[in-house]
């Protein structure tokens, strides 16, 4: 038995499940978990000494790479002034202040602890400032796990929702409208229905919670024009595509402005860090401006604002987002033709730093029910066969894969190179 699987058994002890989030415990490809002990730039290490060229980059907040020089030294001189005072810092004006220079629609930001928080709060948020109940959301898109988010719909776009897991009340999914992902038609049909009954539409704008989805042209477009019309405000949940498929998010790249935005991941650096923020007359609803309730005890503390505006700083870097673009484009074209040269039937998506891939027939995916079509089968011994051959992959058919500026050249090759080897044997 390996270190790893052994620490593995221990863990299950007292930790349900050996984990301290699902999808770690590897349900989605079989095996046990992988324990790891460093990372380093683009590279993991294991307990048991091996290294992986990492693709998980853990759920995509390191995009500098692991261990970046200059965001450990910040934390390290911030440490020694304190971890957390409950009180207000300069450092959190600063990177408030960046943040609504960096993202035009962004007037005012509050800074929380998880993704969750802050798309939960902004649900909130445009409950209050809206006077009304119902949200819509979107089957594949993921956007933490507050009660009013996990539910998915049953069929037909206005059948009550369903919570997705015991412990959420029905009479709270009944609220949430789950629609097709990707499909304007049914947008514009239900709210031609019941728009006046819409507090918000919450979306990922480029969807990485189903694999790597971008959006069909007009898709935001049509999710904004409703939302104008209807009175509902528009939530970008950015919290993975923010800050990763261009230095202004996904709606930089797509030109469309969203009323709230939330943010996580790379905008904490790796420490936990959400966010969430939007035009001002919507977040001076927010306590204790306004009536709408929401705090945190370790909410923008020193360490998580200090990894985290280092990380902003870094990033915008002239050619920061040029190269990583170019540099995943490698990866997934490499990866292309190693499929191609084996005679397996696969296709990929690339939005910035973000990717996916998918052993299918079809090409230019961009719904879940495609996604969901893929060979699972294959996908799980791909994983097996990278893992072993030291590549570190989202362990699930449904998560987006990131790049880091740390990746070289010669990791991009030596990826496609495993790539090729193990997709000669499936
Ligand atoms: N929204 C999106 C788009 C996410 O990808 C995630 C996490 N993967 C969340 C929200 C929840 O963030 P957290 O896990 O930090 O609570």
């Known amino acids: 038995m390996s270190h790893s699987q052994a620490l593995f058994q221990a863990a299950q002890t007292h930790i349900p ?41 853990s759920w995509g907040p390191a995009i500098l790479g692991h261990a970046h020089p200059e965001v450990i030294q910040t934390v390290q001189q911030q440490a020694e002034k304190g971890l957390s005072f409950g009180a207000p810092t300069e450092l959190e004006t600063t990177i408030a202040d960046l943040v609504c220079d960096l993202i035009p629609s962004i007037d005012m930001v509050r800074m929380v602890s998880s993704g969750t928080e802050a798309t939960m709060t902004a649900i909130r948020l445009a409950r209050g400032y809206t006077g009304r109940d119902k949200i819509v959301k979107f089957e594949g898109c993921y956007h933490g796990h507050s009660d009013s988010l996990l539910v998915k719909a049953g069929s037909g776009a206005l059948t009550l929702g369903v919570p997705s897991s015991p412990g959420v009340p029905a009479c709270l999914a009944e609220e949430t409208l789950t629609l097709t992902h990707n499909d304007s038609d049914e947008v514009r049909r239900v709210f031609s229905e019941i728009g006046d009954q819409i507090a918000c539409i919450i979306v990922e704008p480029v969807a990485g919670n189903m694999n790597c989805i971008p959006p069909e ?72 401006l ?54 397996i039937p ?60 740390a990746h070289t050249d010669a990791d991009i090759q030596a990826t496609i190179d495993a790539a090729r080897k193990v997709m000669s044997t499936l």
């Open 17 to 57: 499940g050996g984990v301290n989030s699902p999808v770690r415990a590897f349900k989605g490809v079989g095996g046990d978990p992988v324990f790891f002990e460093s990372a380093k730039g683009a590279y993991l290490k294991d307990v048991d000494g091996k290294q992986y060229i990492d693709y998980v980059a």
């Open 217 to 288: 042209d007009g898709f935001l477009q049509t999710l904004r024009e409703v939302c104008d019309e209807s009175g509902a405000v528009l939530i970008f949940d950015e919290v993975m595509c923010g800050f990763r498929v261009g230095l202004t998010g996904a709606q930089g790249r797509y030109g469309i402005t969203p009323d709230l935005t939330t943010f996580g991941k790379v905008i904490g650096g790796g420490m936990p860090v959400g966010a969430f923020g939007g035009k001002r007359e919507v977040m001076e609803h927010i306590a204790p």
């Open 290 to 343: 306004g009536p709408v309730y929401q705090a945190g005890t370790l909410s923008g503390n020193p360490i998580a604002m200090s990894a985290g505006l280092k990380t902003l700083q870094l990033i915008s870097e002239n050619g920061f987002f040029e190269s990583l673009e170019v540099k995943t484009k490698q990866l997934v074209d490499g990866l292309q033709q190693a499929a191609d040269e084996a005679g």
């Open 346 to 405: 696969f296709t990929t998506n690339q939005v910035g730093g973000m990717f996916g891939f998918f052993f299918t027939e079809e090409k230019n995916i961009r719904r879940y029910a495609q996604v969901a079509k893929g060979d699972m089968e294959r996908f799980k011994r791909f994983y097996h066969g990278m893992l072993d051959a030291g590549v570190y992959l989202a362990p699930s058919a449904f998560e987006a894969g990131f790049v880091s500026s």
